[in-house]
């Protein structure tokens, strides 16, 4: 069995089947056994091959008399029937040479993405027991040490896979190795992976937490040599044992010291120093410490803390990969924040929020330009994906776009047209959706919306009085669908008059969705909150609807027009300032030609 993310594998449950002590089945949700681990070979007389695939409890349940049990009697099975852990002695498995075996045994079940897929069996021979006291410290002993066990790998499970940053995942799976592999437990990692500079970044205890974690924060450089063993498994990315005389010895370095101090504060008798680390790299070292003067680690218990411990580098790799992709994405994205052209005293502002996982980020644009004839356009869009791919089609479908709509003159319509035949036949982008729109009018007003809406959220007009309406016309299919399939449907132009003071609102999906809230819901809080903000600049409006709205997880893009007082730029004597590579320079004097570029401000820190 291992998770999506592949963090359970061969070698982790080799070291849990084999160094249990016990006998693992694993059955189906019928009672079939899919896997079992040498032990339960052992304990059975009975190779796999004559197991795997038979009925566990035709196979292996008897009565001491031989005898088959009736399946309704209980029994490690019924986990299949409660859901629950289950777990007892008063059972009997019929050997492979006719011989029975007292068991006991706890049952767990085996669940996967939420789904029953059967139940883990661990059992353990109870007939070395001779008198009913012994019988009884051992079975409390066994299943104490059967759950502990089970409870941990699984919780080790959990940590690793759903941590939401590797701080967390650090610091989670240290105080779960606390106390049941150790009395203290340090976490040591190297701020970046060609840097010397450590940081101790968590230390769990069964002592004085307090006391434990005064011992975090940055540490002295790794040196370029020491014979120190805990230095060294940073260098060799083998693990080490210390026991009392390793610790004895005085260390060559400040890492070595500070290490060192570990033990001083927290106390020690021997350890385990496993590396975090992958095959690229190692991130930092696990430190898992016993008090106790007799105390010792089992050779069993070294590997499976060093498994785990490279389970934890995987995970590390992952994260820094998945930051390093977002960052990359980021960029690509800023890169196509151009800046919005500002026309006849129309006024456009637009905010890009990431998203707040690596996993989320990639699809969402906006974009505004002045076509061939003068008019003003406003795009907004997103295209199916989300991830550094996502990023790439993004740009691809928005220079497709720009290219396509300055290339004639020609309604909404038919450049959504033109541009998904270009998709399907040019492109490996995927869907998208997307609002075109031209803003048309002379110069002064009043000013009309053209658009068309390829299966986007619609866009939100809100008049000076603070009414509110969404523009539901101009609706038509995903682009990347009607050619590809043939579906022979079309996008028809929508028109809505603009009236003075008017706040066009185009907007993403992150903006009104979320996985806390539907679409309806995401688009009532929109129009109440906007209406309210008629009044505001169109700076102020888009902050004021981030802080209200809160928007969380999907990234959001937001384009937003606000018209002049009526009149306003008609008959004006002086256009405002044109950079000489502006599309109105080429074409001064034709309607909504006048043009000024005007920054972007996005609502994430600098790339």
């Known amino acids: ?52 695939g038979h009925d566990m409890h035709d196979l292996l349940r008897r009565r001491r008399d031989g005898d088959t049990i009736p399946r309704s009697e209980s029994g490690p099975l019924t986990v299949l029937e409660s859901d629950q852990p289950v777990e007892g002695s008063e059972e009997l498995f019929l050997r492979g040479d006719g011989s029975l075996v007292p068991v006991i045994w706890a049952a767990t079940p085996l669940r996967h993405e939420g789904r029953p897929e059967g139940a883990v069996i661990v059992f353990h021979d109870f007939s070395l027991h ?14 104490e040490g059967l759950t502990a066990r ?51 970044v968590t230390v769990r205890t069964t002592g004085d937490q307090e006391a434990a974690e005064a011992l975090t924060g940055p540490l002295p450089s790794l040196p370029e040599s020491s014979r120190s063993p805990a230095v060294q498994t940073l260098r060799s990315a083998e ?18 010291s500070a290490h060192r101090d570990l033990f001083d504060r927290l106390g020690g008798s021997c350890a385990v ?20 003067p007799d105390a010792s680690y089992s050779e069993a218990e070294v590997f499976v803390l060093a498994d785990i411990a490279r389970r934890a580098g995987l995970v590390m790799e992952a994260a820094e990969l998945s930051e390093q992709q977002r960052h990359v994405a ?29 996993a989320e980020i990639g699809g969402d644009w906006y974009d505004s330009f002045l076509l061939s004839d003068g008019a003003l356009t406003m795009v907004i869009g997103d295209v199916v994906g989300h991830d550094l791919k996502a990023a790439a089609h993004m740009a691809e479908v928005r220079n497709m776009l720009r290219a396509l709509a300055w290339d004639r003159t020609e309604p909404p ?43 986007h959220p619609p866009p939100l007009l809100v008049t000076t009085d603070g009414h509110a309406r969404f523009l539901e016309g101009g609706h038509g299919p995903l682009l990347g669908l009607n050619s590809a399939l043939h579906l022979g449907l079309s996008w028809p132009d929508s028109y809505a008059d603009l009236p003075p003071r008017s706040t066009l609102l185009l907007y993403t999906d992150g903006l009104v969705e979320s996985r806390t809230r ?42 937003v027009l606000r018209t002049p007082e009526a009149g306003v730029g008609a008959g004006d004597e002086e256009a405002p300032p044109q950079h000489a590579h502006s599309p109105a320079a080429a074409n001064r004097g034709a309607p909504g030609s006048r043009v000024e570029d005007t920054p972007v401000r996005d609502t994430s820190e600098p790339a």
Not at 18 to 26: E, I, P, S, T, W
Not at 152 to 172: C, G, H, W, Y
Not at 275 to 289: E, K, S, Y
Not at 336 to 344: A, E, H, M
């Open 239 to 256: 693990p080490v044992f210390l026991d009392a005389h390793a610790l004895a010895e005085q260390p060559d370095s400040p890492l070595a």
């Open 413 to 455: 319509s038919l450049v959504m047209r033109r541009l998904d035949e270009a998709m399907t036949h040019t492109s490996d982008a995927p869907m998208a959706t997307c609002v075109f729109a031209r803003i048309e009018g002379p110069e002064g007003g009043p000013w009309q919306l053209r658009w068309v809406n390829a299966g």
């Open 150 to 200: 089970l409870t941990m790998v699984a919780e080790v499970s959990k940590v690793l896979i759903s941590a939401l940053d590797t701080p967390e995942m650090l610091n989670r799976l240290a105080g779960l190795l606390v106390p049941d592999m150790g009395d203290w437990v340090a976490v040591d990692i190297r701020t970046a992976e060609h840097s010397g500079e450590m940081r101790r």
């Open 518 to 559: 539907d679409i309806e819901a995401g688009l009532a809080m929109l129009r109440r909150h906007a209406a309210a903000l008629a009044d505001r600049d169109v700076e102020d409006f888009l902050d004021e609807l981030l802080e209200r709205i809160d928007p969380s997880g999907d990234d959001v893009a937001m384009l």
């Open 330 to 358: 980021e960029i690509m994205q800023r890169q196509l924040l151009t800046p919005l052209p500002q026309v006849d005293h129309l006024t456009l502002a637009a905010r890009y929020r990431p998203a707040e996982s690596a």
């Open 1 to 52: 069995m291992r998770s999506a993310d592949g963090l359970l594998e061969v070698g982790f449950m080799r070291a849990v089947f084999d160094n249990l002590g016990a006998g693992v089945f694993v059955v189906d949700t019928t009672g079939r056994l899919t896997s079992c681990n040498p032990r339960a070979e052992q304990l059975l007389g009975r190779r796999k091959e004559q197991m795997l």
């Open 273 to 292: 120093v496993v590396p975090l680390h992958t095959r690229r790299q190692v991130f930092g070292a696990l430190t898992v410490a016993r008090v106790a």
């Open 130 to 143: 001779r008198d009913a006291a012994e019988q009884t410290a051992a079975y409390l002993a066994a299943l």
